[in-house]
């Protein structure tokens, strides 16, 4: 094992000296399901304590490397998706009948370039604009740290000149740019994977009209996460995203009280690296909150309920810090699967 360390260590100095692409790039590997996930939504909004006006330019999106291996995100697409009222909305029932295994999109941002690694454990931070939101809100955020910004191009709000751009490749109204994040949810995400043009790819009017704005349509089968966040009050019968992508779906709470969702924290390795759940049910995968900030995530672990459902509690090893081997998970810190899980 240690040889092997040692050659594979020989191989990527050889790689830097002939190519000069740093280690990560030269281990990094292509965006697919599993490695990178949407880990974060704020789509709440709050209200300005100036005004008390609605105030909606802090929503931010995160993305997060779940794998122990780098990551080049350039290209990476994210897709927000059709959220219009039930009567004129494209579920994924009406999908199915009309344009199968197809799902409809409003607006495709694109992270631009051609290398941007994203290391384990890491995330990268979208926001509608870069700065120190806080002053506004209690519930608001510092976003000046943000990786990328979808600049608005209407004016409408400060965008950080430092902050690189995400690439707009469609949007289903021309003049808007920044992402389309609703207070009271319909507000459902996807990334993807392409190489091609998707402004150029079939589009739809709302579902029952034949003129107005359009959405594209894409494939499921590019989609290597999708989180399903349905409109206030909504059930089942509004989820845009078939069972494969997502076979849960968050409803959101009161609006403009700084409404976000994360995902709860499945296991922590040794080297402090937290690996996030991801079962494909944003219903479990998923924990609402006003306050947990960018980049943030819980440093225990998801509770009892939501471990067994992702790791099968039947083939559950678990053991106490004294290696006594134990039936069920028990409070506090258990060994699982060769894992620390805290039970609270």
């Given at each position: 094992?240690?040889?092997?360390?040692?050659?594979?260590?020989?191989?990527?100095?050889?790689?830097?000296?002939l190519?000069?692409?740093?280690?990560?790039?030269?281990?990094?590997?292509?965006?697919?399901?599993?490695?990178?996930?949407?880990?974060?939504?704020?789509?709440?909004?709050?209200?300005?304590?100036?005004?008390?006006?609605?105030?909606?330019?802090?929503?931010f999106?995160?993305i997060?490397?779940?794998?122990?291996?780098?990551?080049?995100?350039?290209?990476?697409?994210?897709?927000?998706?059709?959220?219009?009222?039930?009567?004129?909305?494209?579920?994924?029932?009406?999908?199915?009948?009309?344009?199968?295994?197809?799902?409809?999109?409003?607006?495709?941002?694109?992270?631009?370039?051609?290398?941007?690694?994203?290391?384990?454990?890491?995330?990268?931070?979208?926001?509608?604009?870069?700065?120190?939101?806080?002053?506004?809100?209690?519930?608001?955020?510092d976003?000046?740290?943000?990786?990328?910004?979808?600049?608005?191009?209407?004016?409408?709000?400060p965008?950080?000149?430092?902050?690189?751009?995400?690439?707009?490749?469609?949007?289903?109204?021309?003049?808007?740019?920044?992402?389309?994040?609703?207070?009271?949810?319909?507000?459902?995400?996807?990334?993807?994977?392409?190489?091609?043009?998707?402004?150029?790819?079939?589009?739809?009017?709302?579902?029952?009209?034949?003129?107005?704005?359009?959405?594209?349509?894409?494939?499921k089968?590019?989609?290597?996460?999708?989180?399903?966040?349905?409109?206030?009050?909504?059930?089942?019968?509004?989820?845009?995203?078939?069972?494969?992508?997502d076979?849960?779906?968050?409803?959101?709470?009161?609006?403009?009280?700084?409404?976000?969702?994360?995902?709860?924290?499945?296991?922590?390795?040794?080297?402090?690296?937290?690996?996030?759940?991801?079962?494909?049910?944003?219903?479990?995968?998923?924990?609402?909150?006003?306050?947990?900030?960018?980049?943030?995530?819980?440093?225990?672990?998801?509770?009892?309920?939501?471990?067994?459902?992702s790791?099968?509690?039947?083939?559950?090893?678990?053991?106490?810090?004294?290696?006594?081997?134990?039936?069920?998970?028990?409070?506090?810190?258990?060994?699982?699967?060769?894992?620390?899980?805290?039970?609270?």
């Amino acid at each position: 094992m240690r040889r092997f360390s040692t050659l594979k260590t020989l191989a990527l100095a050889a790689v830097m000296m002939l190519t000069g692409i740093q280690p990560s790039l030269a281990e990094a590997v292509k965006p697919e399901k599993g490695n990178v996930v949407i880990s974060k939504i704020y789509y709440g909004r709050s209200k300005n304590k100036a005004d008390n006006k609605s105030y909606s330019w802090g929503g931010f999106i995160e993305i997060y490397n779940n794998s122990a291996t780098p990551v080049n995100v350039a290209g990476l697409k994210l897709g927000i998706v059709e959220a219009d009222a039930p009567n004129l909305a494209w579920t994924r029932d009406r999908m199915t009948e009309a344009h199968p295994d197809q799902i409809a999109i409003r607006q495709v941002f694109q992270i631009p370039g051609t290398e941007k690694i994203l290391e384990p454990g890491n995330s990268l931070l979208l926001v509608n604009s870069a700065i120190d939101h806080r002053d506004i809100s209690d519930f608001e955020c510092d976003l000046s740290g943000a990786d990328y910004e979808a600049k608005d191009n209407q004016n409408k709000f400060p965008n950080n000149e430092n902050v690189p751009a995400l690439d707009l490749n469609y949007s289903y109204i021309a003049s808007i740019s920044y992402m389309l994040l609703a207070q009271t949810g319909a507000c459902s995400t996807v990334l993807f994977t392409t190489d091609q043009d998707v402004a150029s790819l079939p589009t739809v009017f709302q579902y029952g009209k034949e003129k107005g704005n359009t959405n594209i349509i894409m494939p499921k089968s590019w989609v290597i996460d999708g989180v399903e966040i349905v409109a206030k009050g909504a059930d089942a019968s509004n989820k845009r995203l078939y069972d494969d992508i997502d076979k849960g779906y968050f409803v959101p709470g009161e609006g403009y009280t700084g409404g976000r969702i994360y995902r709860k924290t499945a296991s922590i390795e040794a080297d402090g690296r937290k690996v996030l759940m991801d079962t494909d049910n944003t219903t479990d995968d998923f924990q609402y909150s006003t306050t947990i900030q960018p980049r943030e995530y819980d440093s225990e672990v998801a509770a009892i309920q939501t471990i067994k459902t992702s790791h099968h509690a039947e083939n559950m090893v678990i053991y106490t810090l004294q290696g006594v081997r134990l039936n069920q998970l028990q409070k506090g810190l258990n060994i699982v699967n060769g894992k620390k899980v805290v039970i609270k």
